[in-house]
T-cell receptor, first 116, second 111 residues
Framework: KAGVTQTPRYLIKTRGQQVTLSCSPI?????VSWYQQTPGQGLQFLFE???????NKGNFPGRFSGRQFSNSRSEMNVSTLELGDSALYLC???????????????FGSGTRLTVV | DAKTTQPNSMESNEEEPVHLPCNHS???????IHWYRQLPSQGPEYVIH???SNVNNRMASLAIAEDRKSSTLILHRATLRDAAVYYC????????????FGKGTKLTVNP
């Protein structure tokens, strides 16, 4: 079966622009989370959605936002891009029917965002 | 979020067993122990998780100490494809869905 699909794989944007990244979870998965990975900070949690509702948010500025659609697909948006936003953005989905730690996550391969 | 401590790096030879340790002395009774690994240029990959009992799956085994203050991920026969950064993560059973990644253990597998 298809895994978690993230598009685009690579993106180059200019400082001040905005960007939208897309994530299609595994069919049947209703929980979708987003993470940012940088060499300096490692993997950091951005936000998590379940059935179109944001359930949890990491410690990122308001320029980072997301949403989930009725088909569980998710998008994240970063406005007013800064050089420090250059990172690998990863999406993960889970089959968990509720808020529980007794399930694993499946990650996509990520979108590599470069801000110049 | 409860913290875990892992060695920065470990080395193994191909086809030998590998034991990756993780200390989590402040673990609470509802925390699950999860392991993920990240191969170069890929997203993290779920490996295994457990609560109290030892667990086995096709990828690895998870041995959990009786007091749950430590655990060990066991790769029974390392291959070159197992070279990755391995993350040990505690997740609150009744709370947040998020994964809190530390720096993990970078495993090198020698041919």
């Amino acid at each position: 079966k298809a895994g978690v699909t993230q598009t685009p794989r690579y993106l180059i944007k200019t400082r001040g622009q905005q960007v939208t990244l897309s994530c299609s979870p595994i069919s049947g998965h209703r929980s979708v989370s987003w993470y940012q990975q940088t060499p300096g900070q490692g993997l950091q949690f951005l936000f998590e959605y379940f059935s179109e509702t944001q359930r949890n948010k990491g410690n990122f500025p308001g320029r980072f936002s997301g949403r989930q659609f009725s088909n569980s697909r998710s998008e994240m948006n970063v406005s007013t891009l800064e050089l420090g936003d250059s990172a690998l953005y990863l999406c993960a989905s889970s089959l968990a029917p509720e808020q529980t730690a007794n399930y694993g996550y499946t990650f996509g391969s990520g979108t590599r965002l470069t801000v110049v | 979020d409860a913290k875990t401590t892992q060695p920065n790096s470990m080395e193994s030879n191909e086809e030998e067993p590998v034991h990756l340790p993780c200390n989590h002395s402040t673990i609470s009774g509802t925390d699950y122990i999860h392991w993920y690994r990240q191969l170069p240029s890929q997203g993290p990959e779920y490996v295994i998780h457990g609560l109290t009992s030892n667990v086995n799956n096709r990828m690895a085994s998870l041995a959990i100490a009786e007091d749950r203050k430590s655990s060990t991920l066991i790769l029974h026969r390392a291959t070159l494809r197992d070279a990755a950064v391995y993350y040990c993560i505690l997740r609150d059973g009744g709370g947040s869905e998020k994964l809190v990644f530390g720096k993990g253990t970078k495993l090198t597998v020698n041919p």
